[in-house]
């Protein structure tokens, strides 16, 4: 489910980076119509809220992730952010089955570089999070930044100092020149 197109971040990989604004437009109750009919004639397994950042209207998020889990509570639910509101989430991150939570680099400094904002989640928040267990690092490995082995490792290590134990590492895909020059 694509919740926004607005995002916080300007990252260069990303294939939303020119529609980037700071307004979410999002029909709530077209979505949980839509939910309530496609599960009376399917079984829908799994769920993920996506954007632009979904988490940038919270009270929207929490009531479209707690529509699903009163559609059935087997509904596996996923959450892909940058963080911006990791904080603000937690009431609702009961309701998540998995938070994936976008972190390139393992220092906030070269991190808010990539994402050119410091207002995506900072190493103290996510040590914050009472929900670690439900987050899933996701970084994107760049020419410049996580590109070797010996990277991989230090992230990995401060991943570890967060209290995170799930990681994911995954390509560029080809969705601009970026990502062909940056592509490891």
Do not use: W
């Amino acid at each position: 489910v694509t919740m926004t197109n607005a995002c916080n971040a300007k990252c260069a990989f990303c294939c939303n980076e020119k529609n980037a604004c700071t307004k979410v437009n999002f029909n709530f109750y077209k979505f949980y119509y839509l939910v309530h009919e496609i599960q009376k004639q399917l079984t829908i397994n799994k769920l993920s809220f996506t954007g632009g950042e979904p988490s940038l209207d919270i009270e929207l998020l929490g009531k479209c992730v707690q529509a699903v889990k009163e559609t059935d509570t087997e509904i596996f639910t996923i959450i892909n952010t940058n963080g911006i509101n990791l904080a603000k989430m937690a009431p609702i991150a009961k309701y998540f089955d998995s938070i994936a939570l976008s972190r390139h680099f393992y220092n906030d400094e070269v991190n808010n570089e990539i994402f050119k904002t410091d207002s995506v989640a900072q190493a103290e928040a996510i040590k914050a999070f009472p929900y670690k267990d439900k987050i899933h690092l996701s970084c994107n490995l760049q020419k410049g930044y996580i590109d070797s082995s010996r990277k991989v490792m230090l992230y990995l290590e401060e991943a570890a100092k967060l209290g995170i134990g799930d990681i994911g590492f995954v390509s560029l895909m080809p969705v601009n020149d970026y990502c062909k020059e940056k592509f490891v």
